[in-house]
């Protein structure tokens, strides 16, 4: 992990200047908007010494301008799925290279003209999920993003999505500062898939917003990219209705600091929610998942699954968190964690947690470390499987636990080509 000198430590007031105000919003949006700059300007810039922080430091992300990353050629994963694509160039909606913003039983829209609108769905979203979500715990890179994101995609599916809506991002300026926000609106009884693919600057700030009424379902898939000396912070909040289904898979790959947050909270009774990630990574990389599922709601199942492969001194850190309230009889919450590293010089930091108080729940976590299966390699070898090609086979096995939390085969089938793609390379080299 790069160290960030204190000098470049932003106070709340610096924190708030370094990004201009979006200007024409609606009343409504720059009432959220100016909410979110008195929070931020209460809370300033996370610190080393909080808890949630404490084996990440947030110094690239809160200083004043980021370090310049020359762009990775862009490796497309989703390209050959039929999707409606809307992308964005160094944080930018670019409409000459997106798709007309239309979709049956979908309502799309960007975000600057959607928070333009004085009557407008994503009022009662927009901010609304990300405020929701600072308690108990803080998270003052998604009051940021409140206050300062003016480009993103809005989007309300009314019926069943039968087509992904694949958001791309491409980097071209090595010094771009991207600030993002989406907001994901899944009527009652509707669907809907969102892919993300890609980088969108040398430093990101996105937040995604999501509802889904009831027996609605959402489901997304992202991979962030090539970029090794990218800095990223992402955060979902999500609220379920009645019997309505969330999923969410990551992979990352590369990145010299990743901080990915999900917040999601059952409302309604009956709803499930599965939250996955998968990180590669190698020397200078620091990948962080930080997870925090609130069950209150009746008979509602939550899965955490995420693995990290590490080797040259990489670092990974997963932080999970199941809340169980006391009316949130016979919840299933599930978490599991593991890391796998490829020399002695890496490190996996896990803090799992379980906070109860209903007494007829079955919630379980866990959390493993450790090396390669000596006993599947010296197999793998004894049968002239080249230590290399054998290695990847072990690494790929090892992450196939999360990379099956992806509901749709085809999509999953281009996450593990995306591994094997990348393992490919760091054996030829």
């Avoid at 924190?15 to 024409?24: E, F, M, T």
Wanted: charged share 25%; glycine share 8%; aromatic share 6%.
């Amino acid at each position: 992990m790069v160290a960030v000198k204190a000098k470049n430590r932003l106070a709340p007031d610096a924190l708030i200047a370094r990004h201009a105000a979006p200007a024409g919003g609606a009343g409504w949006a720059e009432a959220v908007r100016t909410d979110a700059r008195a929070r931020l300007a209460a809370t300033g810039a996370p610190q080393r010494r909080d808890e949630y922080w404490r084996f990440t430091n947030p110094g690239l992300l809160s200083q004043d301008v980021p370090n310049a990353v020359t762009p990775a050629p862009h490796e497309p994963v989703f390209d050959g799925v039929d999707a409606l694509r809307i992308v964005f160039v160094d944080g930018v909606f670019a409409p000459d290279r997106s798709d007309d913003l239309a979709g049956e039983g979908l309502e799309v829209a960007t975000l600057s003209d959607a928070l333009a609108t004085d009557i407008h769905w994503a009022k009662d979203l927009f901010g609304v999920l990300e405020a929701r979500g600072q308690m108990p715990v803080p998270r003052e890179f998604a009051i940021l993003n409140t206050a300062f994101a003016g480009q993103g995609v809005v989007l309300r599916a009314t019926g069943k999505v039968t087509k992904p809506v694949l958001i791309d991002y491409l980097h071209e300026d090595a010094s771009a500062d991207a600030v993002l926000r989406h907001i994901v609106k899944v009527e009652a009884g509707a669907a809907l898939t969102v892919l993300e693919q890609g980088v969108a600057g040398a430093r990101v700030n996105s937040v995604m917003e999501v509802e889904v009424a009831e027996g609605g379902a959402f489901d997304h898939v992202r991979v962030q990219g090539r970029d090794h000396d990218r800095q990223v912070f992402t955060a979902a909040f999500a609220r379920l209705a009645a019997t309505a289904s969330y999923k969410s898979f990551t992979l990352s790959m590369n990145g010299v600091m990743t901080r990915n947050e999900q917040v999601v909270e059952f409302t309604g009774d009956e709803a499930a929610a599965h939250v996955a990630g998968a990180a590669i990574g190698e020397g200078s990389f620091h990948h962080d998942d930080t997870v925090f599922v609130t069950h209150d709601a009746v008979d509602c199942e939550s899965r955490q699954v995420f693995k990290k492969v590490l080797k040259d001194g990489a670092t990974g850190v997963f932080q999970g968190k199941i809340l169980v309230k006391e009316d949130a009889q016979r919840t299933d919450g599930y978490q599991i964690s593991q890391g796998l590293l490829l020399d002695e010089d890496s490190n996996f930091l896990a803090k799992p947690e379980l906070e109860i108080y209903a007494d007829d729940v079955a919630c379980s976590h866990g959390s493993t470390c450790g090396g390669l299966d000596e006993t599947g390699l010296f197999y793998l070898l004894s049968r002239g499987v080249p230590r290399a090609a054998a290695t990847n086979m072990l690494v790929i096995a090892f992450l196939d636990e999360a990379v099956q939390e992806i509901g749709d085969d085809a999509l999953a089938d281009a996450v593990r080509e995306r591994i094997a793609a990348w393992l490919d390379r760091r054996a030829e080299g």
